[in-house]
T-cell receptor
Framework: QQQVKQSPQSLIVQKGGISIINCAYE??????FPWYQQFPGKGPALLIA?????SEKKEGRFTISFNKSAKQFSLHIMDSQPGDSATYFC????????FGKGTMLLVSP | DTGVSQNPRHKITKRGQNVTFRCDPI?????LYWYRQTLGQGPEFLTY????????KSRLLSDRFSAERPKGSFSTLEIQRTEQGDSAMYLC??????????????FGPGTRLLVL
C-alpha cells in the first residue's frame, strides 16, 4: 500500500530531447506528489510538485502529468541539457513521503 | 546560507559505537524529518517532528535509534551500538506546514555514516 514504483532505472537522452520518467503508486490516500533532483554528494532538491486536483503542472522545462484513476504520474523534461544529468526521485504521500528508487538521467552533449 | 544544515558531513565509526548527528532546519520551519538513503535507493522515511513533538516513527527506526527535537528547533539523531547495516546517508529535511497538508520539504546535504 505504501510503495511507489519508478521507471526507468536509468535513461540516456540527447541534448535537446525530452526525458520522461514514470511513477505509479498504490495508496489512494496519497495527496501530494513531488519530484526531486539529486546530484552526487548532495541532498535532494524539489523540482516540481502536484496535488490530485489538477492533471498537469508546468514550471519552465519541467512538467508533471498526473492520472488519478490510473494512480500514475510522470515527469517530462523538455529540451534536456547536460546540466540536467542527475538522479530523479518521485515521491508520494499524505503525512509522510514515500520515495521511488530513482532514475539516473544522463543527457549526452 | 539559510538552508538546512547537517553535522557532521561524514562519520566513520567502529561497530558497536554510538554516533549522534545534528540537523539545523530552516528557521521558522515547524516540521523536521529524518530519512536514510542507501546507495542506489531513494530516501526512506525514519521519523518526523511537528515542533518538538515526535509524531511518527517508521518501522525502520529500531530501538537503537532515537531522535529528539528538544526546543522545536534543531534535532539530533542518535544510533546506539552501530552495526555495519547502519552505513548510509542520513538526510534531514524541514518544511513549513500551517496545517496537516504536506508541503515542500527542503533537504540538507546529509551525513554519510560508515560503520567498520
Amino acid at each position: 500500500q505504501q510503495q511507489v514504483k519508478q521507471s526507468p532505472q536509468s535513461l540516456i537522452v540527447q541534448k535537446g530531447g525530452i526525458s520522461i520518467i514514470n511513477c505509479a503508486y498504490e495508496n489512494t490516500a496519497f495527496d501530494y506528489f513531488p519530484w526531486y533532483q539529486q546530484f552526487p554528494g548532495k541532498g535532494p532538491a524539489l523540482l516540481i510538485a502536484i496535488r490530485p486536483d489538477v492533471s498537469e503542472k508546468k514550471e519552465g522545462r519541467f512538467t508533471i502529468s498526473f492520472n488519478k484513476s490510473a494512480k500514475q504520474f510522470s515527469l517530462h523534461i523538455m529540451d534536456s541539457q547536460p546540466g540536467d544529468s542527475a538522479t530523479y526521485f518521485c515521491a508520494a504521500g499524505y503525512s509522510t513521503l514515500t520515495f521511488g528508487k530513482g532514475t539516473m538521467l544522463l543527457v549526452s552533449p | 546560507d539559510t538552508g538546512v544544515s547537517q553535522n557532521p558531513r561524514h562519520k566513520i565509526t567502529k561497530r558497536g559505537q554510538n554516533v549522534t548527528f545534528r540537523c539545523d532546519p530552516i528557521s521558522e520551519h515547524n516540521r523536521l524529518y529524518w530519512y536514510r538513503q542507501t546507495l542506489g535507493q531513494g530516501p526512506e522515511f525514519l521519523t518526523y517532528f511537528q515542533n518538538e513533538a515526535q509524531l511518527e516513527k517508521s518501522r525502520l527506526l529500531s530501538d537503537r535509534f532515537s531522535a529528539e527535537r528538544p526546543k522545536g528547533s534543531f534535532s539530533t539523531l542518535e544510533i546506539q551500538r552501530t552495526e555495519q547495516g547502519d552505513s548510509a546517508m542520513y538526510l534531514c529535511a524541514s518544511s513549513l506546514n500551517p496545517d496537516w497538508v504536506l508541503e515542500t520539504q527542503y533537504f540538507g546535504p546529509g551525513t554519510r555514516l560508515l560503520v567498520l
